[in-house]
């Protein structure tokens, strides 16, 4: 069966095609991060009005890829939450409009089990069950996932994202949005001894998170610094960031491995793309004798696929799921432990 996805959460608008039995066949991608770079970060409104203009070109670029007519179209997934609410509006009522028009059963996604699932569209799938680290802009979370819809929460961030934290901490190093990638790139030329920054919750004894402590350890060197800082400045503080950061993820995951007993770790989210949680982890794989996932580069942060493959997962484990039901409403704050 064929199963469109349907992505609008935040500020990319992501459309795919997946078949149940064959996996992905096509998937397109608008992203707004240029629009909303002037601001230094997402503009709700402007997101939600750019999500609009987006969805049906993407729609017809997905079928024309896969060669398809939308009536080949078996099952709609969307994003009904957690996310930004107009932007999560714009995608439900564009995914319910077409179910109705076109008569097609609708399965309503939760985004983060997207995140989740991504690893899987990789060519080398993880089994179940496995300890997944979620870390996206939004979200920080280590779970155990013991089939779909089997999500037992262990920990999350207590405050800032792990996402959220590079980017506040990019804006205090002058670099633009989104600051991920940015800090990745320049913390590459740092020195790691330049600049020791806390490691918080390190040695707690849960697998909560907290990284706020570190964005303000970040502003404390920005603004102690004796004059303008260099760009071998930035780079040392960038450097300093991503290692406090990289070295707690990886603790975390390597206890949440042993206590559990499991030894697959998967990661997801935007902050799975970088490069050097990658080196951190695999390092780590390797010492400690476990298996480490990553989505794709282009599955780690948002897109159609991973909802599309959620869907396409979910109807597969229980057709009754897709319900033709086009009366929607999105749920912008929606923890995933609520899924079954
Ligand atoms: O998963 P995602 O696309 O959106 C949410 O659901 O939140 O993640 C976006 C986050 C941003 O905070 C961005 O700065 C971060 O992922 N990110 C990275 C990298 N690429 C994206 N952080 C560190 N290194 C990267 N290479
Ligand atoms: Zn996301």
Redesign the pocket.
Known sequence: MIVLGIES????TGLALVDTETGLLSHALYSQIAMHQEYGGVVPELASRDHIRRALPLLEQVLAEANLKKEAIDAIAYTQGP?LAGALLVGASVACGLGLALNLPMLPIH??EG?LLSPLLASRPPQFPFISLL?????TQLMRVDGIGQYTLLGETLDD???????KS?KLLGLT?????????LAEQGDPAAYQLPRPMLHSKDFNFSFSGLKTAVLTVVKNHPGVLTEQDKANVARGF?DALVDVLVAKCCTALRQTKLNRLVI??????????RAGLNAAAAKKRFEVYYPELEF????GAMIAFAGAMRLKANPAEARYDYGFTVRPKWPLAELS
């Open positions: 959460s935040c500020d990319e996310g985004h983060l995140h870390v996206s802009g939004g979200h994202a792990a996402g959220e934290a590079f980017d990019a949005y989104p600051g991920g990638p940015a800090i990745s790139r991503v997801a989210g935007g902050v799975g793309a970088n490069n050097q949680l780690c942060t948002d897109n």
